[in-house]
């Protein structure tokens, strides 16, 4: 469990300098800057529940493909064909795989993202410049949730933080988060980052 909250965690969260007051953001301008994000790529802080901190980089290309490269101890993350992948360099054992509808990364990478749909956002805010939506699988809350951290003017995700079944948290600090990009299949691919690994 507690690397799939690396995995998860590498994903959304950020240290950022805002302004003192801003709107709050509406769900559907959430949603609609979300969908319109199909390539993008940042680098990552993460820090885990135990307090320790990794950094990398990240690459996502919507739907459903996603690419955490960890700089410490070169772990790779990689979400591609409904899989997730850990690929852990201190094991000799083949990389841990989980159904990504099972973990909350799924609402971020799905084709399209509605966070009006019933049931799926459990907390919507505003503190100060920020809006924080936290979500969650409707169907399968068990699954855990993620609690997305957006500026406005432009809208941007600055952060996520994970929370598992345990309740353990995971945050992901994005910086210098760059949408578009041309990105090739193979940077995500789970096979063949196994093939190269033989």
């Known amino acids: ?64 493909q996603a690419r955490f490269q960890y700089n410490s101890d070169k772990t790779l993350v990689l979400a591609t064909a409904n899989r997730v992948a850990i690929f852990d360099p201190k094991s000799n054992q083949p990389p841990e795989q989980y159904p990504l509808k099972k973990t909350p990364l799924n609402l971020i990478l799905a084709s399209n993202i509605d966070l009006s749909r019933n049931k799926m956002v459990t907390s919507y805010s505003s503190d100060g410049p920020k809006t924080l939506v936290t979500a969650q699988d409707p169907e399968h809350p068990e ?27 995971t945050t992901t600090i994005l910086n210098n988060l760059q949408k578009g990009g041309d990105y090739p299949t193979s940077l995500f691919s789970i096979d063949l980052q196994i093939a190269q690994e033989r």
């Open 143 to 169: 699954y855990g949730s993620i609690q997305l951290v957006f500026t406005a003017k432009p809208v941007e995700l600055r952060q996520w933080v994970i929370t598992d079944q345990a309740g353990a948290k």
């Open 1 to 64: 469990m507690k690397q799939i909250r690396i995995l998860l965690a590498a994903v959304f969260t950020l240290a950022f300098a805002l302004p003192a007051m801003a709107e709050k953001l509406s769900l559907n301008a959430i949603s609609a800057y979300l969908n319109g994000i199909k390539t993008a790529s940042a680098d990552f802080t993460q820090v885990n529940s135990d307090g320790s901190i990794a950094t990398g980089k990240l690459y996502l290309k919507r739907p459903g």
